[in-house]
């Protein structure tokens, strides 16, 4: 996958080429560089392995788990830690990467064609992106400049196709929203709750995710959502308190 490898190739100019400008006042998280780096790493050694598969069942399924792995390192980057270097890049980080990331690797699951083009279209508008911009992520950004980014929770209902693999929908996890949200109403959260296909961590669904922050729940379960809700009402009270 020629356009996976040049993705992975741009990410190492913005942090690098965009790092090392005499006036950038950002101290670099070593560890969140190392997720962000390593998850395009990651997809690119994945994508190389399809393209090398030839059908075989296999190495194909070897290379979806390693872009698993990619996205699995995706979902720990820190939006705050991107838009350090462009006020846009957390966004597009989701918006393009990732979720192309997702949909590409789910139309291959699917042998769906469009959607395997949906999924590069938007890795193309990924690496357009960081193309235009590799060289002006060096400008830290004031607070007031952040967009205001409510609290949310991503629940994975993504449903496996191929017998015996794993899924956080084959685990329960839609039946789990419907108890999810009964628990926000009776907590007087207004949290949306946000499905996803695929936050890349199916083999211990049902998986979950707080956004912002990214903080990951595996294997959740009805006595789980307790402790989710909890964490919601507290990072809600935060919210307020610092409005």
């Known amino acids: 996958m ?4 040049f993705l992975a190739i741009l990410g190492i100019l913005f942090l ?3 790092g ?15 997720l962000f780096l390593e998850s395009l790493k990651q997809v690119e ?7 090398m598969a030839s059908g075989d069942q296999v190495v194909i399924g070897k290379g979806i788990a390693v872009i698993d792995e990619g996205l699995r390192l995706a979902f720990q980057v820190r939006r705050e830690f991107l838009d350090q270097f462009d006020i846009r890049l957390g966004k597009n980080y989701e918006r393009y990467f990732i979720q192309g990331i997702e949909t590409y690797r789910l139309g291959l699951e699917a042998a769906d064609l469009e959607q395997q083009k949906d999924g ?5 508008q990924w690496a357009s992106f960081l193309g235009r911009n590799r060289t002006i992520g060096t400008a830290t950004v004031a607070p007031d400049m952040r967009p205001d980014r409510p609290l949310r929770l991503v629940v994975c209902v993504n449903q496996r196709l191929g017998a015996g693999q794993k899924s956080c929908a084959g ?3 839609r039946e789990l929203i419907s108890s999810l949200q ?4 009776d907590a007087s959260l207004d949290v949306p709750i946000i499905e ?20 990951f729940f595996t294997e959740v379960d009805s006595a789980g959502l307790d402790e989710i809700v909890g964490l919601l009402s507290g990072l809600s009270g935060q919210k307020q308190q610092s409005g």
Do not use: Y
Request: glycine share 14%.
């Open 120 to 124: 590069l279209q938007r890795l193309q």
């Open 171 to 173: 685990s329960g996890s």
């Open 20 to 34: 090392c400008t005499d006036d950038a006042e950002i101290e670099i998280d070593e560890a969140q560089k190392f």
């Open 16 to 18: 690098f080429i965009g």
């Open 45 to 51: 050694t994945g994508g190389s392995m399809l393209q």
């Open 182 to 185: 009964q628990k926000l109403v």
């Open 196 to 215: 996803r296909e695929c936050l890349g961590r199916c083999e211990e669904g049902p998986t979950m995710r707080i956004a912002p922050g990214g903080q």
């Open 2 to 5: 020629v356009l996976l490898r």
